[in-house]
C-alpha cells in the first residue's frame, strides 16, 4: 500500500467526524428553538391610570399582566412596590411592599390584574405634584413563572413603571425598565 492509501481513510475519518460535529451542533440548536418558542412569556401588557383630582385627590393603577407564550404557565410568586421620590430620585415615600406566594394559572392569551391606588397625604407626597412632575411615582413588579408541574420558578420578569406627567402626555405610566430572562439552564 502506498502513501496515498493511507491518507484516504484518514481523511474520510476526518470527513465523517465533522459531519457528526455539525449534525450535534444543529441538533442543539433545534432543542434551543423548540425551548425558546414553546415556554410561557408573562409580563406587563399595560398598565391604565386615572386621576382623580375631587376629594381625596388620587390616581388609581391597573396593571393588566400577560401570559403572551404559546404554553400555560404559573406565577409562582408576586412582589409588587409603589413609591414616592423627590425631584432627584430619590424614594421618600413607600405606598405599597407586598411579596405574595401562591400559584396563579394562566393560560396563553390569559390575564390578570394588579391594581393599585396613591391618595394625597397632606405634608409628604400629593397627587397634583406628581402630575405636575415634581415628584414621581413609580410601580416595581417581579414574578418568578415556571412551566406548570415545576415547584420551583424557571424565569422571571421585572419591570420598573414612572407614572407620567400631565405635561404633553397621555395619562398613565412609561417603562423605566424590563428584564425577562431564565433562571435555569433551558
Same mark, same amino acid.
Given at each position: 500500500m502506498d502513501i496515498k492509501g493511507k491518507a484516504i481513510p484518514a481523511i474520510t475519518t476526518i470527513i465523517s467526524l465533522c459531519s457528526l460535529t455539525m449534525s450535534t451542533i444543529g441538533i442543539?440548536?433545534? =432543542?434551543?428553538?423548540y425551548n425558546i418558542s414553546n415556554r410561557p412569556y408573562?409580563? =406587563?401588557?399595560?398598565?391604565?391610570?386615572?386621576?382623580?383630582?375631587?376629594?381625596?385627590?388620587?390616581?388609581?393603577?391597573?396593571?393588566?399582566?400577560k401570559n403572551a407564550g404559546k404554553v400555560p404557565g404559573v406565577v409562582l410568586r408576586?412582589?409588587?412596590?409603589?413609591?414616592?421620590?423627590?425631584?432627584?430620585?430619590?424614594?421618600?415615600?413607600?405606598? =405599597?411592599?407586598?411579596?405574595?406566594?401562591?400559584?396563579k394559572y394562566l393560560l396563553p392569551d390569559n390575564t390578570f390584574?394588579?391594581?393599585?391606588?396613591?391618595?394625597?397625604?397632606?405634608? =409628604?407626597?400629593s397627587v397634583k405634584d406628581v402630575i405636575n412632575d415634581k415628584t414621581r411615582l413609580y410601580i416595581e413588579i417581579k414574578l418568578y413563572y415556571s412551566l406548570p408541574g415545576y415547584s420551583d420558578p424557571q424565569y422571571f420578569y421585572e419591570?420598573?413603571?414612572?407614572?407620567?406627567?400631565?405635561?404633553?402626555?397621555?395619562?398613565?405610566?412609561?417603562?423605566?425598565?424590563?428584564?425577562e430572562n431564565s433562571l435555569s439552564s433551558h
Open positions: 442543539i440548536y433545534a =432543542i434551543k428553538t408573562i409580563g =406587563i401588557e399595560i398598565v391604565n391610570r386615572e386621576t382623580h383630582m375631587d376629594s381625596p385627590n388620587k390616581i388609581k393603577w391597573t396593571a393588566i399582566i408576586e412582589q409588587f412596590k409603589a413609591y414616592i421620590t423627590d425631584g432627584n430620585d430619590r424614594e421618600t415615600t413607600k405606598l =405599597i411592599q407586598q411579596d405574595v406566594n401562591g400559584a390584574k394588579y391594581t393599585g391606588q396613591f391618595v394625597t397625604v397632606d405634608g =409628604i407626597a419591570a420598573k413603571l414612572r407614572a407620567t406627567p400631565n405635561i404633553g402626555v397621555e395619562q398613565g405610566f412609561m417603562f423605566v425598565s424590563a428584564i
